[in-house]
């Protein structure tokens, strides 16, 4: 079992910037691929960012590349997601995810995902 908890959202005007933390507890973290989803009201969960767990590689939705950057500290347990130049589309609640296994193919994909966390509210004013 992986418990995740994430932490960070906030308010934020347009332009600006946040970081959101992900801490985990339970079995070793760099086992896991770690990811980050979001979903805004009326709108299905997306993908948004994705790292190893080795942390040496990463993938990103078109939407956020060049602004967003994920990254993660295996020995705190903890992964990040980085958030600059927000707009008001990036309004959502954030949610991060982790990944057991090798395999990277499918990682956009929240089915593959095991365990999630309660998520946390990022709202981008205009």
């Known amino acids: 079992q992986v418990q995740l908890a994430e932490s960070g959202g906030g308010l934020v005007e347009a332009g600006g910037s946040l970081r959101l933390s992900c801490a985990a507890s339970?079995?070793?973290?760099?086992?896991?691929?770690m990811g980050w989803f979001r979903q805004a009201p009326g709108k299905e969960r997306e993908f948004v960012a994705a790292?190893?767990?080795?942390?040496?590689?990463?993938d990103y939705a078109d939407s956020v590349k060049g602004r967003f950057t994920i990254s993660r500290d295996n020995a705190k347990n903890t992964a990040y997601l980085q958030m600059n130049s927000l707009k008001p589309e990036d309004t959502a609640v954030y949610y991060c995810a982790a990944r057991g296994g090798l395999l990277w193919t499918g990682i956009r994909n929240a089915d593959e995902y095991a365990y999630w966390g309660q998520g946390t509210q990022v709202t981008v004013s205009s």
């Open positions: 339970g079995r070793t973290f760099s086992m896991y691929h």
């Open positions: 790292i190893r767990g080795s942390g040496d590689y990463t």
